[in-house]
């Protein structure tokens, strides 16, 4: 509504211009002028008027009929057959003038034909320059559109590379458990239909409540806690209050994960840190983990790290700061984000 408004608003100046640029032109009271001022002032008018209906024909029909089409030929012979309509009319208005023996005329733009056609050729460039600058906001509006449109595409793709990922991860847990016949197998079954609920259901949006990703997190360092021996030390802390902020969903976890996927050990004593910092709209993450050294690496290392990259540059684009650190025993990765 509001851009039909002024869309309407700047038509109305235009023509406004358009009709009341001969006030601008006549000539002061004191000069002398051998046409009649009555007729000089009409003339103008009808002139501005005619450029005015030039400027609108050439925008909304020739160039989208003729110009836009490389119908060139075909265009200029539009904008020829217009301008010579354009200075006949007032010497057609000046025959029925006669006919109906009114006392002024227009002046004839046949005889005088460089004001009218300077007019007119302004209009007609007034019109192409618009259309054109008009052509190139759409065209960037377009663009925008469509790279948003593959932006939200692309983010879909990645959150759902992420959760084949995680549950492969996660089942190969449980089935340690299992092969042990331990007790912790039922509840993190449970734990895991849990979190299964919240990828599928609560985390389709673009973007999550931080307290339930926050609940998440926490969900699956405690499942991951029940298969580990006392060699391996966790630690997950929560400072500060994630009340009303939002953030996109599973971005983090694929940090979390690789802690447990990478920095624990059946016989190496380990150390495991998560920390998450929130003040204001900060949310600040810290993870340190022991390097397990292994004999084979995993071929799939790093999926998750990449894909939490990209994420982070269209989610996050310049509100982020992504730092991972490979020490020689430690893993560190640290994260700020202005949700």
Known sequence: MKTRISVILTH??????????????????????????????????????LAAAGYYLNYYYFIPAFNLKRKYVHY??????????????????????????QGFHFIDSLVMPVGPLLMLTLSFMLSYILHKHNEWKQSQRDKMEIEMQKNAAEMILLKNQINPHFFFNTLNGIYALAIRQSDNTAPSILQLSQMMRYVLYESEGEKVLLEKEIAY??????MQQMRLGSNNSVHFEINGAATGLTIVPLLMIPFIENNFKYGISGNQETRM?????????????????????RDQEDNHKGIGISNVRRRLDLAYHDRHDLSISELPDEFVVQLEIKL
Do not use: W
């Open 12 to 49: 109305f100046l235009f023509l406004a211009g358009f009709v009341s640029f001969p006030v601008f032109t006549i000539p002061p009271p004191g000069e002398r002028i051998n046409l009649n001022a009555g007729e000089f002032s009409q003339s103008l008018v009808l002139t501005n008027v």
């Open 76 to 101: 200029t012979i539009a904008l020829l057959l217009t301008a010579f309509i354009y200075l006949l009319i007032p010497a057609a208005c000046n025959i029925i003038l006669n006919r109906l023996a």
């Open 217 to 222: 997190m926490r969900g699956y360092v405690k």
């Open 273 to 293: 840190s998560i920390t998450i910092d929130l003040s204001g709209q900060i949310l600040r993450f810290r993870s340190e983990n022991t390097i397990v050294h």
